[in-house]
């Protein structure tokens, strides 16, 4: 199988569309550069010069696995691998595509970690709310946590994608997609706190025209907001695997608890796919479990 120029300038055409036709985003763009370039290296090593077939593809999956990579990691080389042959037949450079005979490797459905009610009100209360930077934090938790939002979406939050007269933020998401989420009371109330005394006091007299500062006058980054929130954990006692993901899968979580469907959260989270919004669908069973306990008559 073969297509002119290789595998090198293929991953690049792939790359290229994947930005600009696709608008996936910078992280998404990370991954799936750093997967073709650890399957580039596997090709150079083996001598493969033209577009591998389905027995060299089988061999590079058995690489990922002979190097101890988890079954979730050498799905995700497997999909980027698929995303790209698919480009490639798509654009006429293959006559068929060999990673459908290929299969992912079994995963195990890991229930997503939140947060208790008592250690969110913790969390949110942790920010020293006398200086300028706590009350920043403070706004970015409370809005972290009342929209369920991904943390890049939060640090690129523009001052014109929030409406607190309705109560609601405009945020864009994977692919660039837009959607609307409502904001709550609180949330509402921190970021107007934090824009009448702490944000011009960050950004002194400079401007910005994303929502959240830092003291340098540029947005909040998603590596700085994640230092932010492990200190918050430590401060507080939640000492594991404290990211912004779990504040988002809490808020998921807690919606469900309080009787939201689930059609309602897959939109709120900006979930394409229904399927990946049932992951929470332990909380679905548990609140059927809840309900049979307190209402049938043999219980």
Same mark, same amino acid.
């Given at each position: 199988m073969t297509t002119e120029g290789g595998l090198g300038p293929a991953a690049a055409a792939f790359l290229t569309y994947a930005r600009i036709e696709k608008g996936l985003?910078?992280?998404?763009?990370?991954?799936?550069?750093?997967?073709?370039?650890?399957?580039?290296?596997?090709?150079?090593?083996?001598?493969?010069?033209?577009?591998?077939?389905?027995?060299?593809?089988?061999?590079? $999956?058995d690489s990922l696995?002979? /190097?101890?990579?988890?079954?979730?990691?050498?799905?995700?080389?497997?999909?980027?691998?698929? !995303?790209?042959?698919?480009?490639?037949l798509n654009e006429g450079r293959l006559g068929e595509d060999p990673t459908a005979l290929l299969s992912a490797p079994r995963q195990w459905q890991n229930l997503p970690k939140y947060l208790n009610s008592q250690q969110v009100v913790d969390l949110l209360q942790a920010p020293d709310?006398?200086?300028? !930077?706590?009350?920043?934090?403070?706004?970015? $938790?409370?809005?972290?946590?009342?929209?369920?939002?991904?943390?890049?979406?939060?640090?690129? $939050?523009?001052?014109?994608?929030?409406?607190?007269?309705?109560g609601f933020l405009r945020v864009t998401g994977k692919g660039n997609k837009q959607r609307m989420v409502p904001l709550g009371t609180k949330a /509402?109330?921190?970021?107007?706190?934090?824009?009448?005394k702490a944000r011009s006091s960050l950004l002194k007299s400079g401007s910005s025209p994303f929502l959240f500062v830092t003291a340098r006058g540029?947005?909040?980054?998603?590596?700085?907001?994640?230092? $932010?929130?492990?200190?918050?954990?430590?401060?507080?006692?939640?000492? /594991? !695997?404290?990211?912004?993901?779990?504040?988002?899968?809490?808020?998921?979580?807690?919606?469900l608890e309080g009787g939201a469907d689930l059609r309602s959260?897959?939109?709120?989270?900006?979930?394409?796919?229904?399927?990946?919004? /049932?992951?929470?669908?332990?909380?679905?069973?548990?609140r059927l479990r809840s309900v049979v306990d307190r209402h049938h008559p043999r219980n």
């Open positions: 985003s910078p992280n998404s763009l990370s991954s799936y550069s750093f997967d073709l370039k650890n399957f580039q290296e596997f090709c150079a090593s083996r001598g493969i010069t033209s577009i591998p077939d389905a027995g060299e593809l089988r061999s590079y $999956l696995y002979a /190097q101890g990579l988890s079954s979730r990691s050498i799905a995700r080389h497997l999909t980027t691998l698929r !995303n790209l042959y698919r480009f490639l709310t006398r200086r300028p !930077n706590g009350v920043r934090d403070t706004a970015m $938790l409370e809005v972290l946590y009342a929209c369920g939002l991904r943390v890049s979406e939060l640090c690129l $939050l523009r001052l014109t994608d929030m409406n607190l007269d309705l /509402q109330e921190a970021l107007r706190e934090y824009l009448s540029g947005p909040m980054t998603r590596q700085g907001f994640w230092k $932010l929130l492990a200190g918050y954990g430590r401060k507080v006692g939640i000492f /594991q !695997n404290l990211t912004p993901h779990v504040v988002r899968h809490s808020f998921a979580t807690h919606l959260v897959q939109t709120m989270l900006g979930h394409a796919d229904i399927a990946t919004t /049932q992951i929470y669908t332990h909380v679905v069973r548990a």
